[in-house]
T-cell receptor, first 111, second 115 residues
Framework: GENVGLHLPTLSVQEGDNSIINCAYS??????FIWYKQESGKGPQFIID?????DKRQGQRVTVLLNKTVKHLSLQIAATQPGDSAVYFC??????????FGAGTRLFVKA | DTGVSQNPRHKITKRGQNVTFRCDPI?????LYWYRQTLGQGPEFLTY????????KSRLLSDRFSAERPKGSFSTLEIQRTEQGDSAMYLC?????????????FGSGTQLSVL
């Protein structure tokens, strides 16, 4: 129903701990995946991307893992900080108009 | 600030009125996108431009919606005869497509409330 989207999956972590946010994607032919971070009152912000010929990619404090066998994507945030509190979206597609955003996960960081 | 700029940030209107939103993309970006986002959902694609040409429109974009990018720079999104179901955040994004990859840079959006 229309209210399903209001109940975002939520992850609550202690400051300094590592966070893992998971995402299942739908199209086995997708070859490009992106994680976006959206803070309250702002538009989504690019975090990291990965192509289907890779299974892991690292950025600054973030790592994306791709498991094509089970169509699963995860975002790992090391040493989570209060500024990491936001809604995180995974997206699949070409990065442009064919990009499909998944349902978000809200990350709360407890001080 | 050299990011994507959207105006207004908030718009409250009565059902049946027309509204227009503006987006100023990052200056060197050749692509400009409009998305709609409702509470708890990811952004949904509406339409995009490459320079001044509108290349793709979603089925979500009813005939009450029109978008323009007259000089390949800023863009406007107009909604005619607004309905309560049009209430949402309207996001603009721009990108510089290169080598088959592109990264979208989003503005902070225009929050529309139709009463």
């Amino acid at each position: 129903g229309e209210n399903v989207g209001l109940h975002l999956p939520t992850l609550s972590v202690q400051e300094g701990d590592n966070s893992i946010i998971n995402c299942a994607y739908s199209n086995s032919a997708s070859d490009y995946f992106i994680w976006y971070k959206q803070e309250s009152g702002k538009g989504p912000q690019f975090i990291i991307d990965i192509r289907s010929n890779m299974d892991k990619r690292q950025g600054q404090r973030v790592t994306v893992l791709l498991n094509k066998t089970v169509k699963h994507l995860s975002l790992q945030i090391a040493a989570t900080q209060p500024g990491d509190s936001a809604v995180y979206f995974c997206a699949e597609g070409d990065g442009g108009f064919k990009t499909i955003f998944g349902a978000g996960t809200r990350l709360f960081v407890k001080a | 600030d050299t990011g994507v700029s959207q105006n207004p940030r908030h718009k409250i209107t009565k059902r049946g009125q027309n509204v227009t939103f503006r987006c100023d993309p990052i200056s060197e970006h050749n692509r400009l996108y409009w998305y709609r986002q409702t509470l708890g959902q990811g952004p949904e694609f509406l339409t995009y431009f490459q320079n001044e040409a509108q290349l793709e429109k979603s089925r979500l974009l009813s005939d009450r919606f029109s978008a323009e990018r007259p000089k390949g720079s800023f863009s406007t999104l107009e909604i005619q005869r607004t309905e309560q179901g049009d209430s949402a955040m309207y996001l603009c994004a721009s990108s510089l497509e290169w080598g088959g990859s592109e990264v979208l840079f989003f503005g902070s959006g225009t929050q529309l409330s139709v009463l």
